[in-house]
């Protein structure tokens, strides 16, 4: 990643993720709207067709740090892993998750301290799919006129971090919140939980669909830290082993 130092340290912890993106000459329009607001953290998740040097023609002076120092994923999980918050933007509501319109977002992240945020962004031509909403905790619809109400993903980035920019941020730390839980907490949860969930036997044919993915955000919009996730993730654990060992004993 650059190693150069924002303007605003709170700028540091915004991550901005842009998931199957199809068009590089997007990417550095992206990446020129990060330089010019002053954030630097970039990460591709399975760019389609990406071309340093196309992105580059729109990325102008960007190109040296904030194109040099993205980082590629294989995966949205892979991206995720490290982050405390995930944000994704989206016009279509999510279910059982916080949505809210981008101005009342920020209401949410300053009600508690600021940490390691993902803001993730969807594929040009469909937006954020449904498994890309599954990781995600606040889903914020950027508001626009009924008849246009689709933004270029340039013009979406800009306007959130933009919104992120007008804010006054209290006590802020440089650093990210020892205390969080991180999205890679949250997987192996997702893990133990499913396998817990599949061996009682709750998860069978049959199941509708939705389920899983209700059972899973339930746990992130309890937001738990680093201590109560480390109780949970022992307490499944514990649960997964002895269901394991009365199948063990039945067989």
Not at 16 to 25: A, I
Not at 203 to 223: A, H, M
């Amino acid at each position: 990643m650059s190693t150069s130092t924002p303007a605003h340290p709170e700028n540091d912890l915004f991550h901005v993720v842009l998931v199957e993106t199809d068009e590089s000459l997007n990417i550095g329009s992206v990446a020129r709207a990060m330089k010019n607001l002053g954030f630097r953290h970039l990460h591709l998740v399975a760019p389609r067709r990406y071309q340093p040097e196309r992105a580059a023609i729109t990325a102008r002076w960007a190109t040296d740090d904030i194109l040099a120092g993205l980082t590629i994923h294989d995966t949205l999980e892979q991206a995720l892993a490290p982050m405390q918050e995930v944000v994704g933007f989206s016009g279509r509501p999510g279910k059982d998750r916080f949505n809210v319109d981008l101005p009342d977002l920020m209401q949410g992240l300053r009600s508690k301290p600021l940490v390691t945020t993902a803001l993730v962004f969807g594929p040009e031509d469909t937006g954020l799919r449904h498994d890309h909403v599954e990781h995600c905790r606040w889903l914020v619809r950027i508001p626009t006129s009924v008849e246009y109400p689709s933004f270029n993903l340039a013009q979406a980035v800009l306007l959130g971090l933009f919104e992120i920019t007008r804010q006054r941020w209290d006590s802020v730390a440089s650093e990210p919140s020892p205390h969080a839980a991180d999205w890679n907490q949250f997987y192996q949860l997702d893990r133990l939980v499913d396998a817990v969930l599949k061996e009682s036997g709750f998860y069978r044919e049959g199941t509708p669909e939705p389920i899983p993915g209700l059972v899973k955000n339930l746990f992130r919009r309890t937001q738990p830290d680093k201590r109560e996730m480390g109780v949970l993730l022992a307490l499944f654990s514990r649960i997964e082993r002895e269901l394991q060992h009365r199948a063990k004993r039945a067989s």
